[in-house]
């Protein structure tokens, strides 16, 4: 049988007509070259939802009430820094510029 045969032509047709419709019917892509493509990678669901609902709502965020505490807590521990020598120095005044001069 010769390679450009009628019954060859035939079976090719039917093999890529069965593939084509085997993709459409289990929505796959196909990929006749072989030739690498994102499409596994972009077939996975998304994680950021589930990842995101996995941590309980941070209610610190939302209550202004204990916003202002802490915020009062840091206030009251740097004056006390302060007070001791220990507070964060004057712009300019660092380690950096002590090790430039």
């Known amino acids: 049988m010769a390679p450009g045969s009628l019954k060859s032509i035939l079976t090719a047709a039917v093999n890529t ?6 993709a459409r019917i289990f929505g796959h ?10 499409h596994k990678i ?18 610190r965020k939302d209550d202004p009430l204990i916003m202002e505490a802490e915020e009062k807590e ?8 302060k007070r001791r020598g220990k507070g964060p ?7 950096r510029s002590k090790r430039k001069s």
Do not use: C, F
Not at 46 to 55: D, M, N, P, R
């Open 17 to 22: 007509g069965v593939t084509e419709a085997r």
């Open 29 to 38: 892509v196909l990929n006749p070259t072989g030739l690498k493509s994102a």
């Open 42 to 59: 972009l077939r996975k669901k998304l994680i950021g939802e589930k990842v995101a609902q996995w941590y309980p709502h941070d209610i």
């Open 74 to 81: 840091r206030t009251n521990k740097l004056e006390m820094l």
């Open 89 to 95: 120095p004057k712009k300019g005044q660092g380690k």
